[in-house]
């Protein structure tokens, strides 16, 4: 595994170093890197619980369909621009799509691949026309982000006061913001499917709002004709078959033996009910190391309360051995606020509540910008939490850049207090996720 990514690496800063010359780099120079980061490229299908490199170790797909076909209408352009849904959904990134493989596109193509499309640009406005601009257009696309928002609800308990967009198109009437593209995996354990919950925000179930996800990509994200009915159910229909999850560990092996539970294939089993995670449970007394501090970041995660007596990880993502929200609850964690804008160069807008006057900073209002509710500011899903580290950066604006990061955000944001060999398990257990 280190020998590949230390090849794309390779590729991409002598591709890099191309940037401050008029000369797109030669395909060769990245083909090969492309080709092992993107392996389903030009498939038509991948075998059930095929594995796929990440840098935690391996992680895999179970499909209640049985092998994935690629030709099907998730992975088909439907509409005019080239893009499919699985364009920003990989099954080799965790079913969504990690920087360095969006990197890797860019420079196989010139950034001519359908997924640069200036809807994501860092504006709608921003210039494409040579590579050039293109690199420079679409540096958040780079990082894994892709733009939303969208003018302000008429019927709205706040107003943006103040707006600072490193790129110029936010504004006072208007958010722009930048988020990482949700998993199309373990629906089959969810109770809502977007990132601000607005495709389920009627109460609709989470099949109706993931079929009103993808009829409104392929017309708007696709530029494709309102579709058949049948092709939507189909595309729905495959996103719900899909179980997604980390397959094996260096040092620990198989997440599915040694009396373990872990892996794709049991996830897809997995009944949608609150409960602790057990997954590891056979691992408590393991005489394998690694094995058993997986174990006991396991517990940790289920049990260990912040130094105030309040929340446990579980509290939040109960949905047992998944980590999603049983009540499809959305929560503010802190993610949106100020102080990690500059992370990804993130903007900041001033918010200000109508009635009590109370100003905060944030960098994405989340559920707010949908519902104009105070009450919803900063506001986000619950996901997925299997097969993390195959879609890196994490949290919906990609602040965490690994699972340390995750840890250390929830010490700083929350006010968890960890010892240094439990953020060590903790991490290995979500690594093994």
Not at 192 to 221: C, H, K, M, P, Y
Not at 310 to 329: I, P
Request: hydrophobic share 35%; proline share 4%.
């Amino acid at each position: 595994m280190k020998g590949r990514l230390t090849a794309v690496v390779l590729a991409l800063t002598s591709a890099a170093a191309c940037a401050n010359t008029s000369d797109v780099p030669d395909e060769e120079e990245v083909g090969q890197s492309e080709s092992e980061l993107i392996t389903t490229r030009g498939q038509r299908r991948v075998k059930n619980e095929k594995d796929f490199l990440n840098f935690g170790g391996m992680a895999a797909t179970y499909s209640t369909q049985g092998d994935l076909d690629l030709t099907n209408d998730f992975h088909t352009a439907q509409g005019s621009n080239g893009r499919s849904c699985g364009s920003c959904h990989l099954p080799e990134g965790g079913w969504s799509i990690t920087p360095l493989q969006v990197e890797v596109l860019f420079w196989a193509t010139a950034g001519q691949e359908p997924i640069f499309n200036v809807a994501d640009a860092n504006t709608p406005t921003s210039p494409v026309a040579t590579w050039q601009e293109r690199y420079a257009s679409y540096s958040m696309l780079r990082k894994g982000l892709f733009r939303r928002g969208g003018t302000l609800p008429a019927t709205r308990e706040f107003d943006i006061v103040a707006a600072n967009d490193p790129f110029g198109y936010g504004s006072t009437s208007r958010f722009s913001v930048f988020r990482r593209p949700l998993a199309t995996a373990n629906f089959h354990l969810a109770k809502n499917v977007s990132w601000d919950d607005n495709n389920t925000r009627n109460g609709q179930t989470v099949e109706q709002g993931l079929f009103a996800q993808a009829d409104n990509n392929i017309v708007s994200g696709q530029a494709g004709a309102p579709p058949a009915a049948a092709t939507v159910q189909g595309i729905v229909d495959y996103e719900l078959s899909i179980a997604f999850a980390q397959s094996k560990v260096p040092g620990a092996g198989d997440l599915d033996k040694h009396g373990a539970k872990g892996g794709p294939k049991f996830l897809s089993k997995q009944p949608f009910v609150s409960g602790r995670f057990n997954l590891f449970d056979a691992w408590k007394n393991d005489k394998n190391k690694h094995r058993a501090s997986i174990a006991r970041g396991q517990e940790i995660f289920n049990n260990k309360k912040r130094p105030d007596g309040r929340g446990s990880c579980l509290g939040c993502h109960d949905s047992q051995n998944n980590g999603s929200n049983v009540a499809g609850t959305v929560f503010d964690i802190g993610a949106s606020d100020e102080r990690w804008a500059s992370v990804d160069g993130l903007p900041v807008y001033t918010v200000k509540d109508r009635t009590s006057g109370a100003e905060i900073k944030t960098t994405d209002p989340g559920k707010a910008n949908r519902t104009g509710r105070w009450s919803d500011m900063n506001k986000f899903k619950v996901p997925s939490l299997r097969g993390l580290t195959a879609r890196a950066p994490f949290f919906h604006n990609g602040v965490a850049k690994d699972l340390k990061d995750v840890v250390k955000f929830y010490e700083e944001s929350l006010g968890f207090n960890y010892t240094k060999q439990e953020e060590e398990d903790l991490v290995n257990f979500m690594n093994a996720l």
